[in-house]
């Protein structure tokens, strides 16, 4: 802890103890850590008649404040904190003790979770970034409701326009994905297209490929060599990765690497050759925060050459997984210029298995 000028020479340390429970990490019925504080205190000046130290544990924003106990210079134990990211505060208070500090701050700690900040918290905190113009379009991206969050935080906006997938044009629904079998020598046409789907009540332009999303599971031979043409009927330039397939390097799919990006329009050929068995996936590499997360990716399955190579089965499933963030008004947008949240995707709260909310093995 860290003494105020009233604080003068005292000094605090609070170890976090771990409140033993049977699960891993404690926490409270409503999802907020469980810690039991012990407090070691130093050099606290001897207090004015009638006036006693007392230990609290707040937010941030100082908007739940937790009454620890009564403390003096030694270790005290005090009542729990229940807080996920807390300042801790020594007060000297005269009188009764409230539910708040009334008196002088002499020393003032935070927990190690509440370091992670951007360092204008404090800006954001007391308030001072402005709230963004009506205008800026983005919506904010949805929280959960136990969470308090600082509001100038949830004001902030990306530094790039809002975009989501055109919706004109004739759209189709998407049709669910159909594994497709190659042969060594084999053609597989795909087309990276716009589709409309209806996931958790929204009704969504998403992306797939041949009308179907995801795109199709892939099901091959080890040592099999096929030819894969990308036409792209998207709004935005694509290619495909072969994600984990030992390939040439030319048809690896990286644009700007690999190759040239493929235009709205256009098409690439790739040679595709599978020399080791196992799962894959393949997906674009440009723009990932919005082509993958919005459906262009499919699952690969390499079957071994020898026949033996695993177990017996009576039967197979692919799954892959996704998730969507989708908000009150519907998806929360995707930057226009460049990723907003993470460069190849966003955390998601509606999750997807083989693209469909629900999904089970029956
Ligand atoms: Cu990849």
Known sequence: MTATERGGAASGVVALEYIPGPFTVPITVDGHYRYAPGITLRGLPRPPTGTRFVAWAATPNLDVIQRLGVVTNGVNEVGEIALDRFLVLISAEAGLVSTEPRGPVLLRGESPSNRMRPPDLYQLSLGAVMPPAESSGWHGVPMTPNIPMLPSEMALTPATAPWLPRTDGAIGEARPPKPRTLRDGDTLELVAEPVHRTIAGHHLVMYGFNGAQPGPLIVTTQGARVTVRLTNHLEQPTSIHWHGV????????????????????????????????????????LREDIQQDLGLYGNILVRAAGADRYGPVNREET????????GDDGPVAYGRDTPTHALMGRFGNVMLVNGAPRWSAR
């Open 246 to 285: 030992r390939l040439d390097n030319r048809f690896d799919g990286v644009p700007g690497i690999t190759q040239p990006a493929v235009a709205p329009g256009g098409t690439f050929i790739y040679t595709v050759q599978f020399p080791d068995a196992g799962i894959y996936w393949y997906h674009p590499h």
């Open 319 to 326: 799954l892959i997984l996704d998730d969507l963030l989708i």
